[in-house]
C-alpha cells in the first residue's frame, strides 16, 4: 500500500504534468522484457522487431540491468523531471547529473537488489558510462516508443486535462483513494511519502500499468507516475498496423498528420490543439483540410463541434482499405 500524507500546504500544491518521453521509455521497456500486458501486446510485437531490425539489443539489456521491470526501486537520474520538457531537455539533464546523485541514487537501489558491477564505476563518476546511459535510452525512445508517439501522447494529454481540471486529491483518478489527510494506492509494498508542504507532482502514463511508481530518493521533489486507462480499440487495432508516422508527414506534412492521428479518438478543435500542442487557429485550419479531402468528418453536439476520422482516414491511418 502507498501512503502519500498531505499537509495544508501541500492541498494547493498538486500540478499534474503532460507525456514524459523518458518516463514512457523506462516503463514501455517494463512491457517490452516482460510477459506484459495484453494491453501492450500489438506493441510489443512492433517494439520486438524494430529491437532486432535496429540492433538495439545492446541499448535494452544495459537499460534493463539499471531498471528491471520486476525491480522494488530503479535510480531516479535515468528519469529526470526536466524529461517533462521534452526528450532533449531530459537527456541534457541526464547526462548533467552530479556524480554525488548518481552515487546517492545507486546505493539505495543495491539496498533492495543486487546491482550490475558496471554501476560501482557509474556511482564513481564515470561520465562514459552516463553518457552511454543517455544514449541507450535516446536509442529505444526513437527506436520503440516514437513510432507510437503520438497515440502515447494524445492519451496522457486526455488524462492530463482531465485530472488537471481538479486539482485537489478528492478529484485525482480513481487508481487513488483519499481519505483526508492520506491519499492511497495499490502498491508492490508498504511505502510512505510525506509531503512535508513540497506538494506533489502526478505524471500520468501510457506504459505504466496498474499501480504507481514513486521516486526512490524522498529527498527529492515528490512524483508519482500512474498508470492512465487505456481504450479497449487500441488493444484490437494496435498501432502495429498504423502506417508510420514518418510516411504519413512526408504525405500529409507532418503536423497535418499529427493532426490526422491525433482525430484517432474524436475530439472538439481545442482539444486537438491542447493534445498536439499547437495553437486553436492551426488545429482548425488542419481540420479542415482534413474535412475537405474526405479524411475527416465534423457534427454538432451540444454546444461543440466534434471532429473524428470518416472510414477513409481510418484506413490511411490504419494503413489498410476500408472495409466494403
Known amino acids: 500500500m502507498l501512503r502519500v500524507f498531505f499537509t495544508e500546504r501541500d492541498l494547493s500544491r498538486v500540478q499534474v504534468l503532460g507525456p514524459d518521453p523518458l518516463w514512457e521509455t523506462v516503463l514501455g521497456l517494463h512491457q517490452l522484457t516482460s510477459a506484459g500486458e495484453p494491453a501492450f501486446a500489438a506493441w510489443r510485437r512492433q517494439a520486438l522487431e524494430a529491437v532486432a531490425e535496429q540492433k538495439l539489443q545492446a541499448a535494452v539489456r544495459l537499460l534493463h540491468e539499471l531498471a528491471p521491470h520486476d525491480a522494488r526501486h530503479f535510480p531516479d537520474f535515468i528519469t529526470p523531471f526536466a524529461g517533462a520538457q521534452g526528450l532533449r531537455p531530459g537527456l541534457a539533464a541526464l547526462r548533467s547529473t552530479p556524480t554525488s546523485q548518481i552515487a546517492k541514487e545507486l546505493a539505495?537501489?543495491?539496498t533492495t537488489r543486487p546491482l550490475p558491477a558496471w554501476c560501482r564505476s557509474l556511482a564513481a563518476g564515470n561520465r562514459r558510462l552516463l553518457g552511454q546511459t543517455a544514449d541507450a535510452l535516446e536509442a529505444v525512445f526513437e527506436g520503440v516508443v516514437a513510432p507510437a508517439w503520438d497515440v502515447v501522447s494524445c492519451h496522457i494529454q486526455d488524462e492530463r486535462a482531465h485530472a488537471g481540471a481538479r486539482r485537489d486529491p478528492a478529484?485525482?483518478?480513481?487508481?487513488?483513494?483519499?481519505?483526508?489527510?492520506?491519499?492511497?494506492?495499490?502498491?508492490?509494498?508498504?511505502?510512505?511519502?510525506?509531503l512535508a508542504g513540497r506538494g506533489l507532482t502526478l505524471i500520468p502514463s501510457y506504459f505504466c500499468h496498474r499501480t504507481p511508481v514513486a521516486l526512490i530518493d524522498q529527498d527529492l521533489p515528490p512524483v508519482l507516475v500512474y498508470p492512465i486507462d487505456h481504450d479497449p480499440l487500441w488493444t484490437l487495432s494496435g498501432t502495429h498496423r498504423r502506417t508510420e508516422p514518418v510516411a504519413l508527414g512526408a504525405l500529409l506534412g507532418r503536423t497535418r498528420a499529427r493532426v490526422l492521428t491525433a482525430l484517432g479518438r474524436p475530439a472538439t478543435t481545442t482539444e486537438v490543439a491542447g493534445r498536439l500542442g499547437v495553437a486553436v487557429s492551426s488545429?482548425?485550419?488542419?481540420?479542415?483540410?482534413?474535412?475537405?479531402?474526405?479524411?475527416?468528418?465534423?457534427?454538432?453536439?451540444?454546444?461543440?463541434?466534434?471532429?473524428?476520422?470518416?472510414?477513409?482516414?481510418?484506413?490511411?491511418?490504419?494503413?489498410?482499405?476500408?472495409?466494403?
Not at 171 to 176: D, E, K, N, R
Not at 292 to 301: E, F, K, V, Y
Request: zero cysteines; glycine letters at 8%.
Open 171 to 194: 478529484g485525482l483518478p480513481s487508481v487513488f483513494r483519499w481519505s483526508p489527510p492520506v491519499l492511497h494506492a495499490d502498491f508492490p509494498f508498504a511505502h510512505d511519502i510525506h
Open 108 to 110: 539505495l537501489t543495491a
Open 283 to 324: 488545429a482548425s485550419e488542419h481540420v479542415k483540410v482534413l474535412r475537405d479531402t474526405g479524411l475527416a468528418t465534423s457534427r454538432r453536439t451540444g454546444g461543440a463541434v466534434v471532429h473524428a476520422l470518416t472510414p477513409l482516414g481510418e484506413a490511411l491511418l490504419a494503413g489498410e482499405l476500408p472495409d466494403r
